[in-house]
T-cell receptor, first 114, second 115 residues
Framework: DVKVTQSSRYLVKRTGEKVFLECVQD?????MFWYRQDPGLGLRLIYF???????EKGDIPEGYSVSREKKERFSLILESASTNQTSMYLC?????????????FGSGTRLTVV | KQEVTQIPAALSVPEGENLVLNCSFT??????LQWFRQDPGKGLTSLLL?????REQTSGRLNASLDKSSGRSTLYIAASQPGDSATYLC??????????????FGKGTHLIIQP
């Protein structure tokens, strides 16, 4: 089974800190994604990546950046954390080579910015 | 812009009942549709994936249908059990290439199965 692993389940950070959220997948998937999930707003796409060193903005990229130096790892960076970035963050991956495969999600990182 | 709506937002039924969760989307030009389950505080678990050319998919007690032309999908759960209690999310995938990939999600149906 494909595994998408998010390194932290819970994080508490202070306003203004630089925050790194890490995601690793073990199935050589080309596409990786970062979403955030908020009550009443559902899941929203922040950034995604088609390949190493490639990145594309999603629907809500403001305040975030990403890094993909290796195919299996996709990092979400909060350059200067703010309280409105308190949320559940979900990483996902998908392959381009298997038509009938869907998205696989990690178990999420609950980030609280105080 | 694609919008996905799930009805009802919440549902509570006694154990053993068959039930239907509804999902509608505004743009029928989708690549596929995926149903997920989310337990409280956890990530998403994929339940069923339906390609745009397919009409339905089945897995155990779950059956998902897709009517792309009318922009609708349903998730049918047979003989519901308390362990089915969770939030169910519907998501449509935009056509890959030539722009943003990714899924557009509905806000989910929060399901409670009463023992």
């Amino acid at each position: 089974d494909v595994k998408v692993t998010q390194s932290s389940r819970y994080l508490v950070k202070r306003t203004g800190e630089k925050v790194f959220l890490e995601c690793v997948q073990d199935m050589d998937h080309e596409n990786m994604f970062w979403y955030r999930q908020d009550p009443g707003l559902g899941l929203r796409l922040i950034y995604f990546s088609y390949d190493v060193k490639m990145k594309e903005k999603g629907d809500i990229p403001e305040g975030y950046s990403v890094s993909r130096e290796k195919k299996e790892r996709f990092s979400l960076i909060l350059e200067s954390a703010s309280t409105n970035q308190t949320s559940m963050y979900l990483c996902a991956s998908i392959t381009l080579t298997q038509y009938n495969y869907g998205y696989t999600f990690g178990s999420g990182t609950r980030l609280t910015v105080v | 812009k694609q919008e996905v709506t799930q009805i009802p937002a919440a549902l509570s039924v006694p154990e053993g009942e068959n039930l239907v969760l509804n999902c509608s989307f505004t743009d029928s030009a989708i690549y596929n549709l995926q149903w997920f389950r989310q337990d409280p505080g956890k990530g998403l678990t994929s339940l069923l994936l339906i390609q745009s050319s397919q009409r339905e998919q089945t897995s155990g007690r779950l059956n998902a249908s897709l009517d792309k032309s009318s922009g609708r999908s349903t998730l049918y759960i047979a003989a519901s059990q308390p362990g089915d209690s969770a939030t169910y999310l519907c998501a449509v995938r935009r056509r890959p290439g030539g722009g943003a990939d990714g899924l557009t999600f509905g806000k989910g149906t929060h399901l409670i199965i009463q023992p």
